[in-house]
């Protein structure tokens, strides 16, 4: 089948990545947390976004469709429905993403744990300015092993009311936008609840190891133990991964972690451990 590279589903996810991404550059000119970023740093990270985008809108949804209706038909199927409604509506969608980030959560662990999975995870992470464009910064087949670790489990084990695949990313990508802004602004006591900019921030610098690993609900690293509330007023200045390179260069942004794992498999190197190490993982 040909792929029409600039169907309206493409040009609508660029807008809407374009619309966000701008408004949040401009907000954070107000009170940035970051005082001296990197145009070549941000010029880098907007055409991976672009590249990103292109990849996964490419590749997520057909390999979901396959695999869907496979999870479906060993589903245990265990109800999450609320009521019709507006007060329905919001509690489905809080609960659909409470479970969301329990996977989540479990996954970014294992990404900081595993080096299997840290050598495709450690570029989202080499960025040393962090701001709303890193939400974009990713190796394209982190999205795709998140179908398996992520949507996969909890389709065998929830049925949820239907939200869309589409409304979800949608979502999912916003609040993204929201905590990688490079952005002065704290939550308080709201912040053990709920993640933002400084929650994520932390999780960026490399001083503090590897905390906040949730990317909605803090909750779950503080039942897990790998929780650090912000301190008000302290937003860490140094982000990235220490004693590496910033990673701005498309060989370490597409091809490297294809490199380091083929390297791996011939040594026959184990699981092996990840930037958290033994300590934190
Ligand atoms: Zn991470
Ligand atoms: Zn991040």
Do not use: C
């Not at 779950?220 to 910033?246: I, K, M, S």
């Not at 390297?263 to 451990?273: C, K, N, P, S």
């Amino acid at each position: 089948m040909a792929i029409d590279w600039l169907s309206p589903a493409f040009l609508s996810e660029f807008r809407f990545a374009a619309i966000a991404i701008g408004a949040g550059l401009i907000v954070e000119r107000l009170r940035p947390a970051q005082t001296r970023q990197s145009w070549r740093g941000l010029a880098f990270n907007l055409a991976t976004a672009t590249l990103f985008l292109y990849l996964t809108m490419l590749l997520v949804p057909p390999l979901s469709g396959l695999v869907d209706p496979w999870a479906k038909r060993i589903s245990l199927a265990i109800p999450v429905r609320f009521p019709d409604g507006v007060a329905g509506s919001v509690l489905q969608t809080i609960a659909f993403f409470v479970v969301f980030d329990f996977f989540f959560y479990w996954w970014h662990r294992a990404q900081h744990r595993w080096r299997w999975l840290w050598i495709q995870h450690r570029f989202h992470h080499q960025d040393r300015y962090v701001n709303v464009t890193t939400v974009h910064r990713y190796h394209f087949s982190e999205e795709i092993f998140r179908i398996f670790v992520i949507f996969v489990p909890m389709a065998v084990l929830f049925d949820f009311k239907p939200p869309t695949v589409a409304s979800v990313w949608t979502a999912f990508l916003l609040w993204g936008y929201w905590i990688h802004m490079n952005l002065r602004v704290g939550l308080g006591p709201l912040g053990r609840w709920i993640s933002g900019p400084q929650f994520h921030r932390f999780h960026h610098t490399p001083e503090y190891g590897h905390v906040n690993f949730a990317a909605i609900f803090p909750f779950w690293d503080r039942l897990f133990g790998t929780y650090h509330h912000p301190e008000p007023g302290v937003f860490p200045q140094a982000t990235g991964v220490a004693n590496a390179t910033d990673g701005n260069t498309f060989y370490e942004g597409v091809v490297l972690p294809f490199v380091e794992w083929g390297r791996a498999i011939r040594r026959g190197a184990g699981g092996g451990d990840g930037a958290a190490g033994r300590a934190a993982g």
